[in-house]
């Protein structure tokens, strides 16, 4: 976790954590460098999803705002606010199963996955449910995202469960696609994928959340209009990812969803969150709790 040195300064900055991956810096860009008018200045932290996910679990009060998985919402929102904005949703971008070969019965397998609170193991779970003998794997092994491939390579794991740019790298490990999780959620439901979002603490109040949303959407609509300006800020954290992927990133990410959520967009959320506590996997919402104030 490290805080971002280009933060803007002044009185009362927003505390903000969210990842060094390219659609985040992009979507941020403007707000974080004091390019957003009449918006606070930001004081950035960037940290893996799976620590903004412990984080908010755990009412921390360390940041304003934070991306996190929409796999936690049933167990923050009571505290924190979901802003309409900001986020990871979309089609054809969920994650991915890999395997060293194609076909793999992974009912008695070893399966590695990112984060066991994050939406790609909540998708994963609806899907193995879905397809896998017995509605489960042999076993899974929590482990950073970037050690993911190179484990199911080199046979410390049967297969691997991989977000974010390695949609288009894998290959590059000798590695096949089993499955989308994307594919199938959008098979079975019809609805976008949701993946990451953007909460803010509710006891900031309602004036001040709605700034905070006002601000995410003018940054992402300036980062839209000149793409070029936020690219250094994007490559100076994209943890050494060639440009032509970090902009495939950005293209697949950042989409209309990004701007605003939208009743297709609010409806993926229920829907994922739903069906995840119907097979009791996660806590059941509350009715208005994806209500933005």
Known sequence: ???????????????????????????????????VPGAPALDVTFADIDITNGVAERREDTYDVLKVSYAVLPYVLDDYALLPCGGALGRGCGPLVLTREAGVDLSDKRVAVPSETSTAYLLFRLWAADTV?????????VMPFHEIMPAVRDGKVDAGLVIHEARFTYQNYGLHKLADMGEHWEAT???????????????????????????????????????????????????????AVADQHIGLYVNEFTADLGEDGYAAIRGLLTRAAAEGLVPALAPDALKFP
């Open 189 to 243: 439901t019809g609805l976008p994928i949701p993946l990451g979002a953007i909460i803010a603490r509710r006891d900031l109040g309602t004036e001040t959340l709605r700034a905070y949303a006002d601000a995410i959407r003018t940054s992402v609509r300036q980062a839209w209009d000149d793409p070029e300006v936020s690219r250094p800020y994007v490559m100076a954290h994209a943890q050494e990812m060639d440009p």
């Open 1 to 35: 976790m490290t805080t971002n040195p280009t933060a803007a300064t002044g009185p009362d900055p927003v505390r903000i954590a969210f990842s060094p991956c390219p659609n985040d810096t992009f979507v941020f860009d403007a707000w974080a460098h004091g390019r």
């Open 133 to 141: 003998a017995g509605g489960q794997v042999g076993e899974i092994v």
